[in-house]
T-cell receptor, first 114, second 117 residues
């Protein structure tokens, strides 16, 4: 199993540009989520999904859109990038049904918005 | 609102010395608790987790953590630190199963560990 994969690893955008961060998992996990990591703030939840067709907002959803058309994929879209979205983005997945199950994290995408 | 706090932003220890990283939580009820480690440029790796039962939890890489309800703490310890332990460590909590928790993790701010030879 590849686990949780994210592409790209690095990205530089100009203010106002749009892009999609890709996340895929091959563990048949129902639950997937996106976090952003900023220095001194830990990781904060952006959006999450409990299955195909079901998404919900986390702690910091503004400026981001998500959709979940398949179990495997959970892309994160920035419609109009802003410098405040400069961050490292992590995707995670776990089995649904038990909060005790381990969440598996991808390697991250480092995004810079100029 | 739930919160997890790591009071120490940066800790420096000598190789071979013991280590304790602090974590405090604020939840309405006892949460599930986790410690993750992040090496530079890498993703997060789970060190250990607490759900219930024995308050001393053993993890990978020789780490352990002790859950203390009276102090709302879940401190991470290692008796002898190795240079390869240098990394950033995150404490996290989630509500117990049921309702709309869906395992959403709340992270502390992180503690950067530097190990001197």
């Amino acid at each position: 199993n590849a686990g949780v994969t994210q592409t790209p690893k690095f990205q530089v955008l100009k203010t106002g540009q749009s892009m999609t961060l890709q996340c895929a998992q091959d563990m048949n996990h129902e639950y997937m989520s996106w976090y952003r990591q900023d220095p001194g703030m830990g990781l904060r939840l952006i959006h999450y999904s409990v299955g195909a067709g079901i998404t919900d907002q986390g702690e910091v959803p503004n400026g981001y859109n998500v959709s979940r058309s398949t179990t495997e994929d959970f892309p994160l879209r920035l419609l109009s990038a802003a410098p405040s979205q400069t961050s490292v983005y992590f995707c995670a997945s776990r089995r649904q049904g038990a909060s005790t199950d381990t969440q598996y994290f991808g390697p991250g995408t480092r995004l810079t918005v100029l | 609102a739930q919160s997890v706090t790591q009071p120490d932003i940066h800790i420096t220890v000598s190789e071979g010395a013991s280590l304790e990283l602090r974590c405090n939580y604020s939840y309405g009820a006892t949460p599930y608790l986790f410690w993750y480690v992040q090496s530079p440029g890498q993703g997060l790796q789970l060190l250990l987790k607490y759900f219930s039962g024995d308050t001393l939890v053993q993890g990978i890489k020789g780490f352990e953590a002790e859950f203390k309800r009276s102090q709302s703490s879940f401190n991470l310890r290692k008796p002898s630190v190795h240079w390869s332990d240098a990394a950033e460590y995150f404490c996290a909590g989630s509500l117990r199963a049921g309702g709309t928790s869906y395992g959403k993790l709340t992270f502390g701010q992180g503690t950067i560990l530097t190990v001197h030879p």
